[in-house]
T-cell receptor, first 114, second 110 residues
Framework: DAGVIQSPRHEVTEMGQEVTLRCKPI?????LFWYRQTMMRGLELLIY????????DSGMPEDRFSAKMPNASFSTLKIQPSEPRDSAVYFC????????????FGPGTRLLVL | RKEVEQDPGPFNVPEGATVAFNCTYS??????FFWYRQDCRKEPKLLMS???SGNEDGRFTAQLNRASQYISLLIRDSKLSDSATYLC???????????FGTGTRLTIIP
């Protein structure tokens, strides 16, 4: 079975550009999480969805960040405009609601903003 | 104070040795506890849950001390393949979110 799929795997962009990260959760999973990982702050939850509905976006750093989940098999995380401090690895994870212990992570997108 | 605190290491341990990590959490209402493993440049993966009575999975033993709010992971007879970052993870009651520690980096030396 396919795991969580993320694209692109690597992204290099210039400050001020729009960045869109994509995620396809495991089929049948109804909870989706977006995380950001940096050396300094570790793994931080940005936002999560249940049944395509955003439940908690308190971790979203600021208005430059937005996330959508138009259907059960696709989600996007957008940064506009991007800044060098957004450079990090962005992970998407999915699970069955109520089974929070086992979140299945995608391979991540390594973002570098110059 | 961070919600979940871990010694970042690195721990450099000879193959075959026993190594232990601790992790402390700040919310006394935390309900569920886990250890995740993250290999270099890879995604985190669940290693094991931590139960109140303590639990073992092969060479790995996890323990929980609710009174002191700390969790431990013991690795016996360490293998080269155990080299990774170990993330302490906490889930609060009634909350679907996981809170991750920043991780403890372990390197097993041949």
């Amino acid at each position: 079975d396919a795991g969580v799929i993320q694209s692109p795997r690597h992204e290099v962009t210039e400050m001020g550009q729009e960045v869109t990260l994509r995620c396809k959760p495991i089929s049948g999973h109804n909870s989706l999480f977006w995380y950001r990982q940096t050396m300094m702050r570790g793994l931080e939850l940005l936002i999560y969805f249940n049944n395509n509905v955003p439940i908690d976006d308190s971790g979203m750093p600021e208005d430059r960040f937005s996330a959508k989940m138009p259907n059960a098999s696709f989600s996007t995380l957008k940064i506009q405009p991007s800044e060098p401090r957004d450079s990090a690895v962005y992970f998407c994870a999915s699970t069955l609601r109520g089974n929070q212990e086992t979140q299945y992570f995608g391979p991540g997108t390594r973002l570098l903003v110059l | 104070r961070k919600e979940v605190e871990q010694d970042p290491g690195p721990f450099n341990v000879p193959e075959g040795a026993t190594v232990a990590f601790n992790c402390t959490y700040s919310n006394s209402a935390s309900q569920s506890f886990f250890w995740y493993r993250q290999d270099c440049r890879k995604e985190p993966k669940l290693l094991m849950s931590v139960y109140s009575s303590g639990n073992e999975d092969g060479r790995f033993t996890a323990q929980l001390n609710r009174a002191s709010q700390y969790i431990s992971l013991l690795i016996r007879d360490s293998k080269l393949s155990d080299s990774a970052t170990y993330l302490c993870v906490v889930n609060d009651f009634g909350n679907e979110k996981l809170t991750f520690g920043t991780g403890t980096r372990l390197t097993i030396i041949p």
